[in-house]
């Protein structure tokens, strides 16, 4: 197993975390932050925009099992790459569309997509997804870990999370776990 690693931001990281944990090649998801100017930020903080860091999931995967470009399928499927700052009602810079490269192929493979999409007028509005080296990764606390998974009534679970995940595995039901 060659294990790799990802750095994706598309709204709220509650709804990142449980699709790609969903995935198949995904061995481990966890929120966090990244983009940032304070270190060690906490959730609070994040969510008043006042660090300028994005809710992230970092993607520990197989790359024998799922491939980066396969993981950019999935990151721009579950999000609308459009809207800045902005996934539905959740508003903020922390709720961007960005990817945090690990590394050059990444980056050129996050560059290429982006622009196929754009060309290919795959939306109606133009892609603004950031695209962005990973210079800083800070871990969410620990009750954000799993927290589809530990709290699936809850409202925002119900409302939100829900649905990306349904509308996700019906896409991709030949790729879970």
Not at 14 to 21: P, Q, T
Not at 64 to 83: A, G, I, M, Q, Y
Not at 99 to 107: A, C, G, L, P
Not at 144 to 168: I, M, S, T, W
Request: charged letters at 30%; glycine letters at 6%.
């Amino acid at each position: 197993m060659a294990e790799k690693q990802a750095t994706f931001g598309a709204g709220c990281f509650w709804c990142v975390e449980a699709i790609f944990d969903a995935l198949n090649g995904v061995v481990e998801v966890g929120p966090g932050y990244a983009g940032g100017h304070i270190k060690n930020p906490a959730y609070r903080e994040v969510c008043e925009g006042r660090t300028g860091h994005a809710e992230v999931v970092r993607i520990v995967y197989d790359d024998t099992l799922v491939s980066f470009e396969e993981l950019l399928e999935v990151f721009w499927f579950v999000h609308d790459p459009t809207t800045l700052n902005r996934q539905g009602n959740d508003v903020g810079e922390q709720y961007r569309s960005v990817i945090f490269y690990h590394d050059e192929e990444q980056r050129k493979l996050a560059e290429e997509y982006k622009r196929k999409l754009d060309e290919s007028k795959a939306y109606e509005n133009p892609v603004v997804t950031e695209i962005s080296p990973l210079t800083s990764y800070y871990d969410a606390e620990q009750d954000h870990k799993d927290y589809y998974l530990n709290n699936p009534e809850q409202g925002y679970c119900c409302a939100v999370v829900r649905p990306k995940l349904e509308r996700f595995k019906a896409a991709f039901a030949d790729r879970l776990k």
